[in-house]
């Protein structure tokens, strides 16, 4: 059993950034694949950005590319989403996801790659 936490998330207004963390609770977390995921009311989850065990190679939605980036610190088991220039479509429930057994030849969209999620951290951007 693993157990992922999130944190980080707020109200901010468009054009601001915010810095999201995601807490696993063994040290096995250094040989999972990664990954955010969000979801807006009546819409479905959607992959935000990727990484593969090391943090080496990485992925990110069309819609983030530029504005975010995915980070991992193996040795605290952590995992970061840092969010800059954040409009009101970003608003949205962000979840942190892993991936024991890594991406294979899936692409990460893929949600039956994940084995665990977190309870979910709430991002509202404001006009």
């Known amino acids: 059993q693993v157990l992922l936490v999130e944190s980080g998330g707020g109200l901010v207004q468009a054009g601001g950034s915010l810095r999201l963390s995601c807490a696993a609770s063994?040290?096995?977390?250094?040989?999972?694949?990664m990954a955010w995921f969000r979801q807006a009311p009546g819409k479905d989850r959607e992959v935000v950005a990727a990484m593969d065990s090391s943090g080496r190679t990485t992925y990110y939605a069309d819609f983030v590319k530029g504005r975010f980036a995915i980070s991992r610190d193996n040795a605290e088991n952590t995992m970061s989403l840092q969010m800059n220039s954040l409009q009101p479509e970003d608003t949205a429930v962000y979840y942190c996801?892993?991936?024991?057994?890594?991406?294979?030849?899936?692409?990460?969209?893929?949600?039956?790659?994940?084995?665990?999620w977190g309870q979910g951290t709430q991002v509202t951007v404001s006009s």
């Open positions: 063994e040290r096995t977390f250094s040989s999972y694949a």
């Open positions: 996801a892993a991936a024991p057994r890594g991406f294979r030849s899936y692409a990460p969209k893929n949600l039956f790659l994940y084995d665990y």
